[in-house]
């Protein structure tokens, strides 16, 4: 019985540190679907993306444009598992009027889009998964 006991405590530890080491911030489909038709559209989805200030963080010099030195920067030591998301021409294939800056649209616009696997032009919850992994502490867009 004593071994028993012993068991159940370890259990219990094991599945606290579980939920001590899992991400603190990251995202729920739910929260971001706001009208609930388990779709995520452009709008839905730039809103709760802007929430997270990752535009305004990575504009250093509040330009309202990430040149690519800043994008760089934003990206910081996350660069391979950014590159392996979206690609090592991320900043170029998002620039679409390529003045050599990302604008606020086009950052979420290019990002909402690698989002979209299926191109149908809304993020369904499959799809989201791996917005909720990037979105929480440690993610690519660590909030």
Do not use: H
Request: aromatic content about 12%.
């Amino acid at each position: 019985m004593k071994m028993l006991n012993t068991v159940s405590r370890l259990g219990v530890c094991a599945f606290g540190l579980m939920l001590i080491a899992a991400p603190a911030n990251a995202a729920e489909f739910g929260e971001w679907d706001a009208n609930a038709d388990a779709r995520l559209t452009n709008e839905e989805f730039r809103t709760n993306f802007e929430q997270a200030g990752i535009f305004n963080d990575w504009d250093q010099n509040n330009d309202l444009g990430l040149s690519e030195r800043e994008f760089e920067a934003g990206i910081g030591d996350d660069a391979t598992a950014f590159n392996t998301r979206f690609g090592e021409d991320a900043f170029n294939e998002w620039d679409v009027n390529n003045d050599n800056l990302l604008s606020n649209n086009e950052l979420y616009d290019g990002v909402y889009a690698s989002y979209d696997s299926n191109g149908d032009k809304v993020i369904q919850e499959p799809e989201f998964g791996d917005i909720g992994d990037d979105m929480g502490d440690g993610g690519l867009w660590d909030v």
